[in-house]
């Protein structure tokens, strides 16, 4: 891998345009039955460092390594010498000299990811962090794509917390012609402002619309899609002991679908029950969320492919 540039994905906004579109397109390709399997990764090793807890995300990257052709190696939170003082940097530069891939999840602080890209052999994938779950997105617009067989002009309602899933799927979503993504996040937990106006700004060149409200009340109708998150993103907690009464009017619910009656259900799950969505909405005929929980595994397949430059 050291005889081409190496390519990482840290955030889908250092993805061009193409690069997204060809990812989602190519998640989508491995979907079919034909495709849930090949040589592209044969003869490399891919690393496997999870710091927080994961069921999907984890298994999907795993699974994807494995059904290309690559050896896996995993690393618990403890494993590494980081936690006895040596660098990112210099934990990098040894890993790279024995990986071709690493996948990594910290719920932390995405420059820690970035430090570990200033090797030149081995591609670094975000599995999360505490600002952007962009392998998440990549994962909803195959679903997307699946199930309505484009993303351009789509009308998306997401309802909860403005966190790392919401932040991906907003710089992603605010990328396609005609999207309208419509945020109702409760007061005081939407996107980060540098978020907001990164979406934004790919909107006004898109043509695309992205609006945040913090209350559900006036959410509009119509919608092709409703998306729900876990009120209490992986890894954090509340500052407000209070915090479950500010969600509750975020809960959704099958009332919602009374002026969206077309719409399909979308969860980045871990979902709670009565909490962020009720088990009518989840389990019910509209909801692909669990179809969503399957395609992260052909969105890691993609974005491995694509990080390795194998296809």
């Known amino acids: 891998m050291n005889a081409r540039a190496v390519r990482h994905l840290i955030s889908t906004n250092d993805l061009t345009d193409g690069e997204l579109v060809s990812l ?43 059904r290309l052709g690559a050896q896996i190696v995993s690393f618990g939170p403890d494993d ?19 990986l071709d891939l690493l996948v990594v999840r910290t719920a932390g602080d995405p420059a820690d990811l970035r430090a570990l890209t200033g090797q030149r052999r081995m591609a670094v994938i975000n599995a999360m962090t505490a600002d952007e779950h962009p392998t998440q997105a990549v994962a909803d617009l195959v679903t997307l794509l699946r199930r309505f ?20 799927l907003a710089l992603t979503l605010s990328r396609f012609k005609g999207v309208h993504l419509e945020l109702r996040t409760p007061p005081g937990y939407g996107l980060t402002a540098p978020v907001l106006r ?18 559900m009340d006036g959410a509009a109708d119509g919608f ?34 009374d002026r969206s009656p077309n719409a399909v259900f979308l969860h980045d799950l871990p979902a709670h029950r009565g909490e962020d969505v009720t ?14 929980a399957e395609n992260k595994m052909y969105a890691a397949m993609a974005v491995l492919e694509w990080c390795a430059d194998r296809r």
């Open 24 to 66: 989602v397109e190519r998640g989508a390709e491995f979907s079919s039955a034909s495709l849930r399997g090949g040589d592209q990764l044969s003869g490399l090793v891919a690393g496997i460092h999870f710091l927080k807890t994961s069921t999907r995300t984890r298994t999907s990257f795993s699974a994807a390594a494995l």
């Open 80 to 98: 590494l010498q980081t936690n006895t003082g040596e660098t990112l940097e210099d934990t990098a530069e040894v890993l790279s000299r024995m």
């Open 198 to 215: 990164a979406a934004r700004a790919n909107a006004s060149n898109s043509g695309a619309t992205v609006t945040e409200f913090h209350t």
């Open 279 to 292: 088990a009518e909405v989840l389990d019910g005929p509209h909801s692909l969320a669990f179809d969503q």
């Open 224 to 257: 092709d899609v409703i998306y729900a998150t876990r009120w209490r993103t992986t890894g954090t907690s509340k500052p407000d002991a209070d915090w479950r009464g500010v969600f509750e009017p975020f809960r959704v619910t099958s009332e919602l679908w």
């Open 149 to 168: 067989g484009r993303i351009e002009g789509l009308r998306v309602l997401y309802a909860g917390e403005g966190n790392n899933s919401a932040a991906a």
